[in-house]
């Protein structure tokens, strides 16, 4: 693995556990066992190691959600499956690593947050039409309409006033957001489906 890819696998290790403020250039050099000038021979600063940290998490999420689609059956797995991967992140992610982003980043917060949505919201909309077609999702849904609430929704984990973090885990509201929206819009096969995955 080239210098490069090493300093940014473990910059994006560190930051997801500890936060972004809290990992100084020093911190990942010495993990690596490399000097800080290597590290800045390669970035010549903090922002543009995060920004290229952020690339690098886009390019894989984007890999893992094409590995995913191609290996379920049908939609409600394909959903499922997602469920799964966004509760492992949520568990395995540092809240302050966004807080921070957000904080101390926010053009590349800004920029990643505009990207994610806009993309995320076609990829509803395609799951949506998926599951119409497969006889899961009930055909009068408007879709570009439901997909919107389903962003709006998920929007609201963000939101501390609504969930505060000391008071609700959020892979449990995620978990139940995603549930009881995907029964909502189901038909009777696709709540059979469901039923039966949650049983497993």
Known sequence: MEVH?????EATRQFMQFGIRNVTMDAIAAALGMSKRTVYEAFKDKT?????????LRHKHREKS????DSSRNVVET??????EGIKAMNSVNPVFFRDLEKFYPETWNSLRTKNEKEA???TKELLQQGIDEGFFRPEINIPIVAKLFHEQKNLLANEAIFPREEYNYADVFHSLTLNFIRGISTKKGIDLID?????
């Open 66 to 69: 094409k590995e995913v689609c």
């Open 196 to 200: 039966s995955m949650l049983t497993k």
């Open 79 to 84: 959903i499922f499956s997602f469920l799964d």
């Open 48 to 56: 543009s190691l995060v920004h290229t940290c952020i690339r690098s």
């Open 121 to 123: 919201f076609l990829f």
């Open 5 to 9: 890819d090493r300093i940014v696998d």
